[in-house]
């Protein structure tokens, strides 16, 4: 496999990579192995190229913020695929195109800074555009889907029609790699916008310290509720916590392993389970083996 590497070295040509890549660094856990090869585009079109080299030929996966998944102690066997100097924003009339690894709060900025409205309820989400819209992020009953022009992936472009959102699900989920989307947004005043921003603002809540975000979807219920219920806030597997302040949250600490935080989802969802009778849905995204 080794030469099978060289031959991809020498395709990709003079786009950033590194062998033996710490994917620590890659999830919002810092937790996580190595990665046989990391790629790190810095355009839409180098990031094509990249996956169209990968692509039937090597086990890959593409990783924005990495807010939403956990990485293996034993880390990935294959390419990894960085999105994050992938990140150019346009705007256009009414349309605000976006880069897959934009992050969210620079396409809030942008937006308010044209006077745009339309995604202030997702402040503070630390996504990119590309995981956000593939897991379709949302909350207080929004989604970003809700303001979707159009997605474009490697292969070609789909109206939101034919992305096949749902809660917390897109097809972009097991298949084609979101390269950008375009908003369409509302025109707004500065006033207007500012005041949901901060209403947003003031209530969420993010714990501190290293985490994904929500682990667990609400389908029907509070989950963050049930785990509270069941006695499960601020439960601690070695480096690994339910937070004090949002039971849906768990905090990696400095000394947190992977297979400290797996243990922790497992042990939540059998709880759960055991007295609710509620089966769990992680949102949190598994790369390589547990």
């Known amino acids: 496999m080794l030469n099978d590497y060289n031959q991809l ?3 990709l040509g003079n786009i950033p990579n590194e062998l033996n890549f710490s994917l620590k660094t890659l999830s919002s856990f810092g937790t996580g192995g ?3 090869l990391a790629v790190f585009p810095r355009s839409t079109d180098e990031l094509i190229t990249t996956i169209n ?9 593409v990783i924005g913020l990495g807010s939403n998944v956990l990485i293996s102690d034993n880390g990935f066997d294959g390419v990894v695929i960085s999105t994050k100097n992938v990140n150019s924003i346009t705007v256009k009339s009414n349309l605000l195109t976006a880069d897959c690894g934009v992050k969210i709060s620079s396409v809030i900025k942008e937006m308010s800074d044209n006077c745009f409205s339309g995604l202030e309820f997702l402040v503070g989400v630390p996504a990119s555009v590309g995981g956000a819209v593939a897991m379709n992020a949302g909350c207080y009953n929004k989604s970003i889907s809700d303001a979707i022009k159009y997605v474009t992936t490697e292969v070609r472009t789909y109206s939101k029609s034919e992305c096949e959102f749902s809660y917390r699900h897109s097809r972009f989920l097991n298949g084609e790699t979101i390269i950008k989307v375009c ?3 509302e025109n707004s005043e500065e006033d207007v916008i500012n005041e949901k921003l901060k209403s947003y603002k003031s209530a969420r809540r993010n714990p501190k310290g ?3 975000g929500s682990v667990f979807k609400n389908e029907g219920y509070f989950a963050g509720k049930i785990i509270d219920e069941v006695g499960l806030k601020g439960y601690k597997i070695n480096g690994a916590q339910i937070s004090n302040e949002h039971a849906n949250f768990i905090v990696a600490s400095e000394t947190a392993t ?3 935080i797996y243990n922790l989802i497992k042990t939540v969802k059998e709880k759960v389970y055991k007295e609710k009778q509620i089966q769990l849905s992680e949102e949190v995204i598994y790369i390589g083996e547990f």
């Not at 692509?55 to 996966?61: A, D, E, L, R």
Request: hydrophobic share 40%.
């Open 210 to 212: 290293k985490t994904c």
């Open 34 to 36: 190595m990665a046989k």
């Open 53 to 61: 080299l990968v692509k039937g030929n090597y086990n890959y996966v």
């Open 9 to 11: 070295l020498t395709l």
């Open 258 to 260: 992977s297979k400290d």
């Open 183 to 185: 908003f369409l947004m």
